[in-house]
């Protein structure tokens, strides 16, 4: 059973009543940045994919290839 027109009506009032139109737009503008923040980290995010990934394999590449030097050997001698 989904509420009436009337029932949302009276929701609507009530929380109008509760917190005011200045405190409802605020929250509204606080929601809306949130979520352009959210969308716009998240194209960020499927943007850097590719650069992470070919820099991990670049990293894993010259880790393997180098060397110890002589920090890794002093620490492991402590």
């Known amino acids: 059973m989904a509420p009436s027109i009337w029932q949302l009506l009276i929701v609507l009032v ?6 005011g ?20 980290s998240m194209k960020g995010k499927a943007e850097d994919a590719p650069e992470a990934e070919q820099l991990a ?5 010259a880790n393997k290839s ?8 002093k ?4």
């Open 14 to 19: 009530i929380v109008l009543l509760l917190f």
């Open 21 to 40: 139109t200045k405190r409802l737009r605020n929250i509204g503008g606080d929601l809306g940045g949130a979520i352009r923040g959210f969308r716009s």
């Open 57 to 61: 394999e670049e990293n894993s590449a």
């Open 66 to 73: 180098s060397e110890p030097t002589e920090d890794k050997d």
């Open 75 to 78: 620490t492991a001698a402590s």
